[in-house]
């Protein structure tokens, strides 16, 4: 009995030690500009599971972590659903992922990504990273954050890592549209003045 | 067999107990209904920030930016709150930068410094060219929130990251001397 408690004590003196170490997320890992972006299958709010490789017209992709819970997140989405609407003909689909830890945000649980996808009306899937390993790759670190890719022969190359455009509060009062410059300078064979800019956002929950 | 149970599950409450000791705030819908006009707030946008940012005066500052719209910032702002009262002896200022949008300022911001009496100063950054200003403050910071700075004159520290009570005096400690 003496030694079972022992084993417990250190059991338990161990568990609350780890209970202080918290994941950091360092900013430098995941894809830099020029890596070649891994292809992923993740789980659509319809059921149906979505590749990259699924879509063979694509000329490449708008990456964007989203959620349903960050302010910040919710407030680009009307941008975002206007990305899509925009570039999907053009070949640039938007691809939207759920990073967050469900059970710490349960307003992000997959029911409610339902249910905030057909209030907004989104034409693009809306993908749960349910394991939380595609995020880490990517390097991404908070909601909304942005990754463009384009299709070459080495697979989907990281062309543009970042925020949607230069004002959060007013779509209107933008002046720079990262994303919309990114994509059309991809368009048009031409160099991509911004490759990684930065804006405020929600740290994603591991 | 159950005793066993009943001896782990005490040992596992009172081993993890040392977490609980600060109380956790909440943003409530009722704050929206106190009045938190007296709440004075100074607002800046980055240049007016700065000043904050590059003190030299022997103190410790202890920068943490939030937002009362961010779960994590909130269960963390007591810790922050604690470092203030505790060593505000040993030269240590905390601010809080909310990141709160302006049009909330009133409505959530000013009720939330009221009602949960927040003691460290409180200023708002109000400055939506986000991608100047957020490298200024650290180069390695992506823009999430939480997020924290530690300086005393040339010595820094960034922090993107959540903190428990224990991890955030760590790290004050690493510049008291």
Request: aromatic share 12%.
């Amino acid at each position: 009995m003496k030694k079972t408690m022992k084993i417990v004590s250190v059991f338990l003196v161990v568990l609350c030690a780890s209970a202080f170490t918290i994941k950091t997320i360092n900013v430098n890992e995941g894809y830099n500009i020029g890596d070649i972006a891994e292809d992923f299958t993740l789980k659509n709010i319809d059921g149906n599971m979505v590749s990259l490789s699924d879509y063979n017209e694509a000329k490449g992709f708008i990456v964007t972590f989203t959620c349903n819970t960050c302010p910040y997140a919710v407030m680009y989405q009307d941008r975002i659903i206007e990305l899509n609407k925009k570039y999907a003909k053009l070949g640039y689909p938007v691809i939207a992922i759920m990073p967050n830890n469900t059970d710490i945000n349960p307003g992000d649980s997959f029911e409610n990504m339902k249910k905030r996808a057909i209030e907004k009306g989104f034409e693009f899937p809306y993908l749960i990273d349910e394991n939380q390993e595609i995020y880490p790759k990517f390097g991404a670190t908070k909601t909304p954050h942005v990754f463009v890719l384009e299709k070459t022969s080495k697979g989907n190359e990281v062309k543009y890592i970042g925020a949607i455009d230069d004002n959060y509060k007013d779509a209107s009062a933008v002046t720079t549209k990262y994303v919309e410059d990114a994509v059309d300078a991809l368009l048009n064979g031409k160099e991509i003045k911004e490759t990684e800019t930065r804006a405020i956002g929600c740290g994603i929950k591991a | 067999m159950k005793r066993y149970v009943f001896i782990i599950a005490l040992l596992l409450v009172l081993g993890c107990k040392e977490k609980k000791n600060v109380p956790e705030l909440g943003i409530k819908d009722s704050y929206k209904k106190i009045d938190a006009s007296a709440v004075k707030l100074e607002i800046y946008n980055f240049d007016g920030l700065k000043t904050f940012l590059n003190k030299e005066d022997n103190k410790i500052h202890v920068i943490n930016f939030w937002a009362t719209w961010c779960a994590p910032c909130i269960k963390e702002l007591p810790y922050f709150e604690k470092i203030n009262t505790e060593y505000k002896s040993e030269n240590v200022e905390v601010l809080l930068v909310s990141l709160d949008f302006p049009h909330l300022y009133d409505s959530k911001l000013k009720p939330f410094i009221l009602e949960e009496k927040l003691k460290s100063k409180v200023v708002a950054l109000d400055d939506v060219d986000s991608n100047t200003w957020i490298p200024k403050v650290d180069e390695s910071w992506s823009g999430a929130l939480p997020a924290t700075m530690i300086y005393k004159n040339d010595k820094r520290k960034f922090f993107e990251k959540s903190f428990t009570y224990e991890e955030l005096e760590h790290e004050l400690k690493q510049f008291l001397n």
